[in-house]
């Protein structure tokens, strides 16, 4: 398994943007098909985007297209989520899972077998 290490959440104003960093560890980080979630309080994990292994397919859920963009840096062993035009419903923490073995793109919490600890992004109206 990869371990996962996120950051870059905190306190912003709505319109406002941030940047989320998670790092991997290992050799194989190349390999693995990379997501965000995000669980607000009192509410249920919801997928976020994703990215596949090899960079080619990328998943938004609707409610952020448009304003969240999925990369990679296979070189840092990092996958980033830049978040413009952030709204107070953005409001939750913020966790990166992963799965390897060249696994393609997917939605499904059940599909990832990593996860980070998240990082809290809190956006005031």
């Known amino acids: 398994q990869v371990q996962l290490v996120e950051s870059g959440g905190g306190l912003v104003q709505a319109g406002g943007s941030l940047r989320l960093s998670c790092a991997a560890s290992g050799r194989t980080f190349s390999a693995y098909t990379m997501a965000w979630f995000r669980q607000a309080p009192g509410k249920e994990r919801e997928f976020v985007a994703a990215?596949?292994?090899?960079?080619?397919?990328?998943y938004y859920a609707d409610s952020v297209k448009g304003r969240f963009t999925i990369s990679r840096d296979n070189a840092k062993n990092t996958v980033y989520l830049q978040m413009n035009s952030l709204k107070p419903e953005d409001t939750a923490v913020y966790s990166c899972?992963?799965?390897?073995?060249?696994?393609?793109?997917?939605?499904?919490?059940?599909?990832?077998?990593?996860w980070g600890q998240g990082t809290q992004v809190t956006v005031s109206s």
């Open positions: 899972a992963a799965r390897g073995g060249y696994l393609g793109i997917s939605r499904r919490i059940a599909d990832f077998g990593s």
């Open positions: 990215i596949e292994w090899s960079g080619h397919n990328i």
